[in-house]
């Protein structure tokens, strides 16, 4: 099915179904209920769920495939979200002008960067890349205010010289970004029973994306150049003894990478249209990395699992304050509820980073493939189960 074989072609066919149904997937918890809490299933954390998968599949291109590690990747997402911004500023409020000049912009960025950076391999590559991520942020955040917008970032005004399309609506406001006039702002929400179901018009445009992202992901993975890839990490100077030159590969790779950050920060744009220099910051680089080995480096679905882990972590744990965890212990003995409250209070809120770090830490030492790999020892337990049965019978057949 569309060049994929039959193990690719399901794995695609299931995240293309938890896109479609994650509104219904995220909230599995009715409203006014004490889990509700960790439903996830409204507009803002899908629209982030999907974007920052996109942003770790662009990244597992280059680090999964070639073993570069980058510590830099976020200035490509930084400098689509100013690329978007700007092509909403002066040309037209549609998002896929944007998304399109973002995806170009960070890939001339990535191809100029890539050729520097990869005269060099191992910790000497990672250093070069957070140099010039950290210099994209410097120059961002003081040195080109005019382009950038400086510590406030850049965002839309009511003069703006908008060439297709007006700067501002008949009520005064800046207008809203759309896809051919379907405001992405526009949501509807269903209520069956105690559960709300929202369905978004940017979500839905943000997961047709990543649908697209995904694909190519999964047929570049299969590739002759996804091959050359695997040889560059499995055995560069082999590699450069046949003959073969890396270099051009390589780069390619970190271009694409590149351009797939840009895709993100083109998709932020078009979700609210605001551009900050925090978004290029070593920490966000950081994230993708997280993100990366958490799901599993090398994998085509792991990256997507690790950006939803994390971005769930940051988004719902965060919230989780001292009043919450009272209400959960109410009915409780009064010690007994404070002393628990005071156990897993560093861990919510702003401690969030702290579960964050636990997790990735036993995600490292127990399952070093990610939450791939413990997907697989799952299934593998499961299929010796369903194995013992018929292995039980042929063993007893000689005997009866």
Not at 263 to 269: D, E, I, S, T
Request: glycine share 12%; aromatic share 12%.
């Amino acid at each position: 099915m569309l060049g994929l074989n039959k193990a690719d072609a399901r794995l695609y066919l299931i995240v293309v179904a938890m896109l479609v149904l994650a509104p219904f997937l995220l909230n599995p918890f009715p409203e006014g209920s004490g889990m509700a809490q960790f439903n996830a299933g409204y507009p803002d954390l899908m629209q982030k769920l999907v974007i920052f998968g996109i942003f770790a599949v662009g990244y597992n291109i280059l680090f999964g495939l070639t073993g570069y590690l980058s510590f830099g990747h976020a200035a490509f997402l930084g400098i689509g979200s100013f690329s978007g911004v700007w092509v909403m500023k002066l040309l037209t409020m549609n998002v896929i002008p944007a998304l399109l000049v973002a995806m170009l912009v960070s890939g001339v960025f990535a191809l100029a960067i890539g050729y520097v950076s990869l005269r060099r391999s191992g910790i000497y590559f990672s250093i070069l890349t957070l140099a010039f991520a950290q210099m994209c942020y410097s120059l961002a955040y003081s040195v080109l205010t005019p382009i950038t917008g400086g510590e406030t970032g850049l965002t839309l005004s009511l003069d703006d010289p908008r060439i297709l399309g007006v700067s501002q609506t008949e009520t005064g406001n800046i207008p809203v970004p759309n896809l051919f006039g379907l405001d992405m702002s526009a949501a509807t929400t269903i209520d069956v029973g105690a559960w709300n179901f929202t369905f978004s018009a940017g979500y839905y445009f943000a997961a047709v994306i990543m649908g697209f992202a995904f694909y190519f992901s999964i047929r570049l993975f299969r590739s002759p150049f996804g091959l050359m890839l695997r040889a560059i990490k499995s055995n560069q100077t082999r590699m450069s003894y046949t003959g073969l030159n890396p270099r051009p590969y390589t780069l390619a790779a970190f271009v694409i990478s590149g351009m797939y950050a840009g895709l993100a920060g083109g998709l932020m744009v078009a979700m609210d249209p605001l551009a900050g220099s925090e978004r290029m910051l070593w920490t966000a680089s950081g994230e993708v990395v997280l993100m990366t080995i958490l799901g599993g480096a090398g994998t085509l679905i792991g990256p997507i699992l690790g950006a939803g882990v994390i971005a769930y972590l940051e988004s719902i744990i965060s919230t989780i304050g001292s009043t919450v965890l009272y209400n959960w212990f109410s009915g409780l003995p009064e010690g007994l509820s404070t002393f628990l409250v005071n156990i897993i209070y560093p861990f919510v809120g702003s401690g969030w980073h702290l579960t964050l770090g636990l997790v990735f830490m036993l995600v490292v030492i127990f399952l070093p493939g990610g939450i791939v790999e413990g997907g697989k020892r799952i299934g593998g337990i499961f299929r010796r189960k369903n194995n013992e049965p018929s292995d039980t019978k042929t063993a007893a057949e000689p005997g009866e």
